[in-house]
């Protein structure tokens, strides 16, 4: 063996769309067949079911959509030698055993299978609940290259490439949906570089691109060498089809720049945000565009993500809203070139306070009135999302959303959060990154006070610890689970540390009640932490 050329198709596939996944792998295979004089493609993890499928595997008539696909496959892929992830129904039928499978086809035969090994039930991953795992290698053979084919988890475990390599293989191919998070991307290399270290052959990784719901995929396919060295890395974020030579044994490929660490952030967030929207059918979003830093980069990501003509920024100021608010919603309306309106709230806010004025009598004025004002841009906001069908981008940052520093039916409006895990301190890095790329965000916003202006003279400080602090402690107890002694021996003020895990406790129903949005760190609130509502753990 002496040539190969090998393609891998990093692709943005939807979950349940089998047709529309098998038609972008057939014009994959075309692509790397005619243009790349291709021998092998690999596609992603589950690539014709999309990742993750959760529940829809146990939809009744999916079997014989999946069926479909494969002798779709089968008739219109020629030429080329394709890998694919599928779900495999044993029995034909839901209720018997299903695999989280690879197929590869060859001129209309399916010439091996393999069922993935080890199946993560942690974090985003639930695969327990469906999968069946397999235990046998697969090796196959093109053009004299013996290949061993594993899928996604089974690269984080030694069994399943010491089995293909004891099988005789050649080359490790690893298939993913892999999702992405901070620090992702140093975390999974240590692993490949483990692995080729380990058997000493190389490995090529591929992954699919995009976002779904509360994930988000990177890409980040590559192909290191038997000596560990990379010899192709695809660009983050970046749906494509990417080819790799092997000639008298040694890969060749180009390798994309690596992302900052802001950058890539800020290229997964649009990414969900773009795919989240357009997916789900909405012309359009909606964002209340108030001045503040955490809705200046909300509405920068959505005008990345789909388009400025379709962001429609609503200015909603109170009587405690300062100009240089409002001029600032302006200006970056008007740099974005965002459509931008103004609907002032104290209207909507008297007749609330008048019509619960008969109720109130006799109270102070405290945090309720602060909400009603909240609540009022929510009913405005989603008043427009009614009439226009504009998605509400709600604006909380993780940092609230931990503690509850938000309104419920408030600023928590809305049907997707796309900083909902993103700490204070980073929202500002991000403003501070976007900005380099063009400067949409003004100077003032990321520098003055974060503040609500729902009082006169309010800061975000008056109710919560810097935000340096606050962030530190926070990631220590959601992302680490260290207990509340240990985050105090770590230096953190005693009080402070009790005052925050309280905080973070007792605003878990608010949590369950708020949309979607991209995780973006090791723990995200949602589909990854699950706590319960009424309990009580004391110190843990």
Not at 151 to 179: H, K, M, T, V
Not at 251 to 264: N, V, Y
Not at 408 to 415: A, E, H, I, P
């Amino acid at each position: 063996m002496n040539k190969l050329t090998l393609a891998l198709a990093q692709l943005n596939l939807w979950v349940g769309d089998v047709e529309g996944n098998v038609g972008k792998i057939i014009a994959a295979a075309n692509k790397a067949r005619d243009e790349m004089q291709a021998d092998l493609i690999a596609c992603p993890e589950l690539s014709l079911i999309g990742y993750p499928p959760d529940d829809l595997l146990l939809r009744s008539g999916l079997p014989k959509v999946i069926e479909d696909g494969v002798q779709r496959l089968l008739a219109e892929v020629r030429g080329i030698t394709l890998v694919v992830g599928l779900p495999e129904y044993d029995s034909g039928r839901v209720g018997g055993a299903l695999y989280n499978a690879a197929y590869v086809i060859r001129d209309g035969n399916v010439i091996a299978r393999y069922r993935k090994q080890q199946l993560p039930n942690y974090g985003v991953f639930d695969e327990c609940r469906h999968f069946t795992p397999g235990f046998t290698p697969c090796v196959f053979s093109v053009n004299g290259l013996k290949i061993g084919l594993t899928i996604c988890e089974d690269a984080w475990f030694s069994q399943p490439a010491a089995q293909a390599r004891d099988a005789g293989a050649e080359l490790l191919l690893n298939i993913n949906a892999s999702p992405w998070n901070r620090g992702k991307r140093a975390q999974r290399q240590r692993v490949l570089d483990t692995r080729v270290a380990e058997t000493g052959l190389p490995i090529a990784y591929v992954n699919c691109v995009g976002g779904q719901d509360e994930v988000v995929f990177d890409g980040d396919s590559q192909v290191l060498r038997a000596d560990g060295s990379v010899a192709f890395a695809a660009p983050q974020f970046e749906e494509g089809v990417y080819a790799v030579t092997m000639r008298d044994g040694l890969f060749k490929g180009e390798t994309a720049a690596l992302l900052g660490d802001e950058a890539e952030t800020y290229g997964a967030l649009v990414a969900a945000t773009r795919d989240y929207v357009t997916r789900n059918g909405f012309p359009g979003a909606l964002i209340g565009l108030s001045g503040g830093i955490d809705s200046a980069l909300v509405a920068a990501i959505a005008a990345d993500a789909i388009g400025a003509d379709k962001v429609w920024g609503v200015s909603m100021p109170s009587r405690y809203t300062l100009d240089m608010s409002n001029d600032d919603a302006r200006i970056e309306a008007e740099a974005l070139g965002i459509r931008y309106t103004t609907l002032p709230i104290e209207p909507a806010f008297k007749a609330f306070t008048t019509t619960l004025a008969e109720s109130f009598a006799g109270k102070k004025t405290d945090i309720t009135e602060e909400n009603l004002q909240s609540r009022s841009r929510g009913v405005l906001l989603m008043g427009l999302s009614n009439k226009f069908g504009h998605i509400v981008l709600t604006t909380g940052n993780k940092s609230e959303m931990a503690v509850g520093y938000a309104t419920l039916y408030g600023d928590m409006c809305g049907g997707f959060a796309p900083i909902k895990d993103v700490y204070k301190t980073l929202v500002y890095r991000l403003a501070r990154y976007r900005n380099t790329i063009s400067p949409v965000i003004p100077e003032r916003v990321i520098t003055r006070a974060p503040s609500a202006e729902l009082r006169e003279n309010q800061t975000d400080q008056d109710s919560l610890p810097p935000y340096e602090i606050l962030d530190a402690i926070l990631e220590a107890y959601v992302e680490d689970s260290r207990s509340i002694a240990e985050i105090i021996a770590a230096g953190f003020e005693e009080a402070t540390v009790r005052r925050v895990a309280g905080l973070v406790r007792r605003s878990e129903y608010k949590r369950r009640q708020a949309p979607p949005g991209p995780k973006v760190t090791r723990c995200a609130f949602g589909r990854e932490r699950r706590y319960p509502l009424t309990a009580q753990y004391g110190d843990v």
